[in-house]
């Protein structure tokens, strides 16, 4: 008996024939099933779980070749063997060019059959295997193009999605519009059980309330004026996936009952029908409200807002996503270009820097739609300031801290503006310089050599510092201060202090020493305890905890009075060891300047 062990329809308008090659298939292990009428043999054929058509050539009512044809119409991926009684040429070429995968000659030989047959069925499992390695991997490059963020609350996000996608839980997700909640919706279908399955969306705000129950039900035939047919409802139409509602918080009080009890008994009765349907569909709904007060406010039902709400995922506004701005704009602006058909590199700093800025009301969305106008603008192969939007170039943020200057004094030179804008980046990206060179639109190289020139720049200020001149806090027009807007805390800074670093991290190191020049500090570095103690006239200490050659703690007292903060990688290691402040990594621009600030005063 072989191991190929496959599911086989066999077809000829001769019954016995039929039966008889189908028993001689299932004694070698096939499953086979026999069937005398090619028209019936056509809606067999579409049963997903038949794997091989076996069909006669010479047939009454309709021949093999034609049988073929039609099959390869419908199921192209159903490989059709025919079995002729004219040993020809010119019959084994019409087999195939109607689509056969192979032919047998009559009589029948049973070893044949099975050889044939076997490799038949081999071939449609390599193909399916082939479809369904292709749609897995089209299913994660649709959630990676979709889905885009680096940042800690859109990683909280994708670590729920990826927890409760496997489960058949119900989920709500709220947020506000344009977060991209049936983005999430559709990740949550795609990496479920279900993902062979539909993916069925209706917007509930959109539907008037007297045709909802017909869209998510179906209807009977002459269940109302114009009912000429009956139609199945959504939640029939999304059997073995997905029905995602949409702005589920502006359903109807009536329309709410009846969903509960679709739920409860999952179950839908369609409108002007008799009988219950049984449904399969995992329920995803979505609400930019808040459901919670439509609850007390006796506008949305408790026990249905219960029902929907087993699982939930908050997406979070795009203002909250720390370093998600720069990482969505480039992906947009690679999108639109290839659209549009536009040779466009990238987004110029000054334009970056105001899509960093901008609060963003309309979220993911609006950015998207900016970007697109964007680039319909554009006239260079990058982004220009002038190529935004107008309420994105208009826009002015409350705080004093602000990448663009605020007024003529403070304007700055290109080189300047760039230089304040890669720290920027890195500061946001925790000095990642990997994601910082993508974010730039640069590679690796050229970010190593621009920070060359910001350390040079910065070996000059210092200098100026230790000659007792004190860097201005409003530069004069076209300078470059020594504390950049971006970097800026309250106060004047600590310009000329000298702070030594350590860290066996050298990418920690290297980061840490370019934010601490650019603030005006005098930086020693070290990547061990042996090395730090040999550095001399220190007035601060910034170590990591854990150090190839020792512990940060080894260095307390080394200096002196001078204070001792130390960098770790959790909270819990915050013992009592006579640091004088502790940073949790990574580490916050804003939280170490002012630290220093403090303990330095």
Not at 450 to 468: F, I, M, T
Not at 565 to 593: C, H, I, N, Y
């Amino acid at each position: 008996m072989t191991e190929t062990v496959g599911t086989i329809l066999v077809v000829d308008d001769d019954a016995d024939a039929a039966e008889s090659i189908a028993e001689s298939l299932r004694a070698r292990g096939f499953k086979a099933t026999p069937e005398s009428n090619p028209g019936s043999a056509l809606e067999d054929a579409l049963d997903e779980r038949i794997e091989v058509v076996l069909t006669d050539l010479q047939m009454r009512s309709m021949d093999g070749l034609e049988l073929c044809q039609r099959i390869a119409a419908t199921r192209p991926d159903l490989p059709v063997v025919v079995v002729t009684g004219h040993a020809s040429v010119d019959a084994a070429v019409g087999a195939l060019r109607a689509g056969a995968f192979d032919f047998i000659v009559k009589p029948v030989d049973a070893d044949m059959l099975q050889l044939v047959v076997g490799r038949a069925v081999q071939h449609h499992r390599l193909k399916s295997e082939v479809h369904r390695l292709r749609d897995q991997v089209a299913h994660t490059a649709s959630r990676t193009a979709r889905l885009l963020g680096e940042s800690p609350a859109m990683e909280k996000v994708l670590d729920v999605v990826s927890r409760i996608a496997p489960t058949d839980a119900t989920v709500l997700i709220t947020g506000e519009s344009g977060t991209g909640k049936e983005l999430v919706a559709r990740a949550i279908h795609e990496q479920s059980a279900r993902d062979d399955g539909p993916f069925i969306a209706i917007n509930c705000a959109a539907v008037p309330a007297t045709l909802l129950e017909s869209e998510l039900f179906g209807h009977a035939k002459g269940a109302f004026t114009d009912a000429k047919n009956s139609r199945r409802g959504l939640f029939l139409e999304a059997q073995g996936g997905t029905l995602f509602l949409d702005e589920i918080g502006e359903m109807p009080l009536e329309m709410q009952v009846k969903l509960l009890r679709a739920l409860q008994e999952r179950t839908v009765r369609a409108v002007g029908g008799q009988t219950e349907q049984a449904f399969d569909a995992r329920v995803i709904a979505a609400t930019n409200r808040s459901l919670e007060k439509e609850v007390q406010d006796k506008r949305f039902r408790e026990d249905l807002y219960y029902r929907i709400n087993v699982c939930s995922v908050l997406v979070p506004p795009l203002r909250e996503r720390e370093g998600d701005v720069p990482v969505l704009a480039h992906a947009f602006v690679e999108r639109f270009a290839t659209k549009h058909g536009k040779a466009i590199k990238g987004i110029a700093a000054p334009a970056m820097a105001k899509l960093v800025q901008y609060q963003w009301p309309g979220n993911v969305r609006e950015l998207e739609n900016g970007m697109e106008r964007a680039v319909a603008m554009a006239q260079f192969d990058q982004l220009m300031l002038d190529d935004l939007p107008e309420r994105v170039r208009a826009f002015r943020p409350s705080q004093a801290s602000s990448l663009l200057p605020a007024t003529v004094a403070e304007l700055v030179s290109l080189d300047t503006f760039e230089q304040r804008y890669i720290l920027h980046v890195l500061g946001m990206v925790k000095g990642n310089k990997s994601k910082a060179a993508r974010i730039l639109g640069c590679d690796r190289r050229t970010l190593y050599r621009k920070l060359e020139q910001v350390q040079n720049a910065d070996s000059g200020e210092a200098e100026v510092v230790s000659n007792g001149k004190s860097a201005p806090s409003s530069p004069p027009p076209g300078t470059r201060s020594s504390t950049p807007p971006v970097l800026a805390v309250n106060g004047n800074g600590d310009g000329g202090r000298r702070i030594l670093v350590v860290d066996d991290d050298e990418d920690n190191l290297e980061l840490v020493q370019i934010l601490l020049r650019a603030r005006g500090y005098e930086v020693q570095t070290a990547t061990g305890v042996a090395e730090a103690m040999r550095a001399r006239n220190v007035d601060a200490v910034l170590t990591d905890l854990n150090l190839g050659d020792g512990s940060g703690a080894d260095l307390v007292g080394r200096f002196g009075n001078a204070p001792v903060m130390v960098m770790t990688g959790t909270v819990e290691e915050q013992t009592s060891m006579g640091f004088d402040a502790w940073l949790t990594k990574p580490v916050s621009l804003e939280r170490l300047t002012s630290t220093l600030t403090t303990i330095l005063a």
